[in-house]
């Protein structure tokens, strides 16, 4: 089971952090990502982290300001948010596998927490 975490308002240029936490230790062998949806779009991509957290993989739109993370010691991933814009605004959602050879395929995710709600006012 994911819990995420952090969400909130934040004005444009902010930042947020959100947590990701799992029910056991076993999530220390997942493969941890970040996906966000907005209201009568797709929900896509964000953030990917190996679970060691030696590879990490970001969206274009959010390389430079989104940081994946993960303290497997705490059962719990990380995804830092600064330099918020409007367009950020969604519900974020973890989720995890055991592997995946493209981070950004949602349907081989087999766990997937109920999402924090972002709101970035301009």
């Known amino acids: 089971q994911l819990v995420e975490s952090g969400g909130g308002v934040v004005q444009a240029g902010g930042s947020l952090r959100l947590s990701c936490g799992a029910s056991d230790a076993s999530f220390n062998s997942l493969v941890m990502s970040w996906f966000r949806q907005v209201p009568g779009k797709e929900r896509e991509f964000v953030a990917g982290?190996?679970?060691?957290?030696?590879?990490?993989y970001y969206r274009n739109s959010v390389k430079g300001r989104f940081y994946i993370s993960r303290d497997n010691a705490k059962n719990t991933g990380y995804l830092q948010m600064n330099n918020l814009r409007p367009e950020d605004t969604a519900v974020y959602y973890c989720?995890?596998?055991?592997?995946?050879?493209?981070?950004?395929?949602?349907?081989?995710?087999?766990?997937w927490g109920k999402g924090t709600l972002v709101t970035v006012s301009s």
């Open positions: 982290i190996s679970w060691r957290g030696f590879e990490e």
């Open positions: 989720a995890a596998t055991r592997s995946v050879s493209d981070f950004q395929v949602q349907t081989r995710y087999d766990y």
